[in-house]
């Protein structure tokens, strides 16, 4: 896995659905960042094959909803993002 850019800081949140709705607005930013005309443009430059297709990144957008909610689950409130970035990271493994 590579990371192409920062979408925001680091925060911290007071509850789970607060946590649920910055994923689901990180996950927007991240598609919007995917669906740019810049990104078209590289996708086309790779011997014309899409990097990936609407339904591939819903399904990978759920996916990463999903192992963020279950770590902030088994973890609990009140962490720094980092430590949920840092068990999302083995969370799919």
């Known amino acids: 896995m ?4 920062k979408l925001r800081d680091e925060q911290k949140f007071a509850d789970l659905d607060s946590l649920t709705e910055q994923i689901r607005r990180d996950a927007a930013a991240a598609r919007d960042y ?3 005309a810049e990104a078209q443009k590289r996708q086309r ?3 014309g094959k899409q990097l990936m297709d609407s339904d ?3 399904r990978l957008s759920k996916e990463v909803i999903g ?3 279950e770590v902030h689950r088994v973890l609990g ?3 720094l993002e980092s430590a949920y970035e840092e068990s999302l990271a083995w ?3």
């Open 77 to 79: 409130p009140g962490l």
């Open 91 to 93: 969370e799919p493994r």
């Open 45 to 47: 430059k790779r011997e």
């Open 67 to 69: 192992a963020a909610i």
């Open 2 to 5: 590579q990371f192409l850019e």
């Open 56 to 58: 591939d990144l819903d």
């Open 34 to 36: 995917f669906l740019t």
